[in-house]
């Protein structure tokens, strides 16, 4: 019956030998380290594809079957050799193999050793969600088909006859799993890799007895080869710029006169109307007139009222167009401040008629001579600072 070796105690110069072995060791470890972060330091170029890698990786697994079988946690350690065709997928072919003790079998304590043969298929997720970064870290799926060889074990994986006869020697399986990969420059990177192969043993005695065998390692990948960098091309690309360019502008602006000049503004009326406010345009016609009058201190001023000589008598008229004239001239002092003493009120009934269109003539006609200052609007040229989007085009090289 197979015993694993006891550790046998040699005093203390025994257990003095083990401590430095131990120390040792950590210091070559520590020291493969700073190296290796070293070599990344001095060069941060990224990985080129495609290309070819190995890699070295150690760690642990433990095996699960469903019996009642006390199986430890055992050292793994794996070799692979893979390539990239480019960012996104890679195949690999990866030899691993584990030694494991199950305690307290029926007929006792046994090691097993396993080997697997995996041909594993590699998904990097980083360089598919963000294609257009340097991704230091990768994160990698993994789905195998490794292939077991079980070396002969006797009872403890199928009770009876494995190691006469081999019936489970060799054994299908399959694997899925994830892996970081830490870019330490375009050869070297580290990865920290976890999994579980599905084991399916063909037994003699027991025709199911599949396992579950998770583990996980932590390793080195050196890149063998780097894939030929592709000649950069010129492209020609559109892009828009602010220009800068003077426009001319016509404008108007007011400029003030003063003119010698006559003024004649007009209110009409209606039939038997000769109430001020009842005159046609009278508030804009009267406030014109007082405005342009007001620039003249001066100025004289004439209103004269009328009437139509079809319609009403002689005397009625006469009175229709004293009343049309007298409210003008009120409205004129009263609301418009226009002093009185410039302002000469006639009426002269239908005895003169100013238009040949008989309606016309029951009016007010407001007459004025003086320098008013007159308001007129003379045309410039302006020149306006603006800018514009104008297309350019220019030629870039772009690495492929």
């Known amino acids: 019956m197979y015993r694993p070796p006891t550790l046998v105690k040699n005093g203390v110069g025994g257990y003095t030998k083990i401590i430095k072995t131990i120390i040792m060791k950590k210091r070559i470890i520590l020291s493969l380290m700073a190296t290796v972060f070293a070599v990344g330091l001095s060069a941060q170029e990224a990985p080129s594809y495609p290309h070819a890698y190995v890699s070295v990786q150690g760690g642990v697994m433990k095996p699960y079957n469903g019996e009642a079988i006390d199986r430890k946690f055992s050292p793994m350690g794996a070799i692979s050799f893979g390539y990239n065709f480019n960012k996104y997928f890679g195949l690999r072919l990866q030899a691993n193999g584990s030694m494991w003790t199950a305690k307290d079998t029926p007929v006792g304590d046994f090691k097993s050793k396993a080997a697997n043969i995996d ?63 830490y870019n330490i420059n375009k050869r070297w990177a580290i990865n920290l890799e976890g999994g579980t192969n599905y084991v399916r043993q063909r037994n003699t005695e027991i025709a199911d007895n599949n396992k579950w065998w998770p583990y996980a390692m932590v390793g080195l990948t050196f890149r063998l080869c780097q894939g030929k960098k592709a000649a950069p091309v010129e492209v020609v690309e559109t892009y828009y710029v602010d220009e800068p360019y003077t426009e001319t502008v016509k404008k108007q602006r007011p400029v003030e006169t003063v003119e010698q000049k006559n003024m004649e503004k007009v209110v009409y009326y209606e039939i038997n109307i000769s109430d001020v406010e009842k005159g046609q345009g009278v508030d804009a016609a009267v406030k014109e007139a007082a405005d342009l009058i007001k ?31 007298e409210g003008v001239t009120a409205k004129l002092v009263n609301d418009h401040g226009i002093n009185a003493a410039n302002i000469t009120t006639e009426w002269k009934g239908d005895t003169v008629q100013p238009f040949a269109d008989n309606d016309k003539n029951r009016c007010v006609i407001i007459k004025g001579e003086g320098n008013f200052k007159v308001t007129k609007y003379e045309s410039y040229e302006e020149k306006v600072e603006k800018t514009r989007k104008v297309e350019k085009t220019r030629t870039v090289t772009v690495e492929k």
Do not use: Q
């Open 119 to 181: 041909l594993d298929m590699l998904f990097n997720l980083s360089n598919v969600l963000r294609p257009n970064h340097n991704n230091k870290l990768g994160v990698i799926a993994i789905l195998g088909a490794p292939f077991n060889l079980a070396l002969p074990h006797a009872w403890v994986d199928n009770y009876c006859n494995s190691a006469t006869d081999g019936g489970d020697m060799w054994n299908t399986a399959w694997k899925v799993g994830g892996m970081l990969e």
């Open 295 to 325: 620039t003249d201190p001066n100025a004289k001023i004439t209103v004269t009222g009328y009437a139509d000589k079809e319609t009403g008598t002689p005397e009625i008229n006469e009175r229709l167009s004293k009343e049309r004239a």
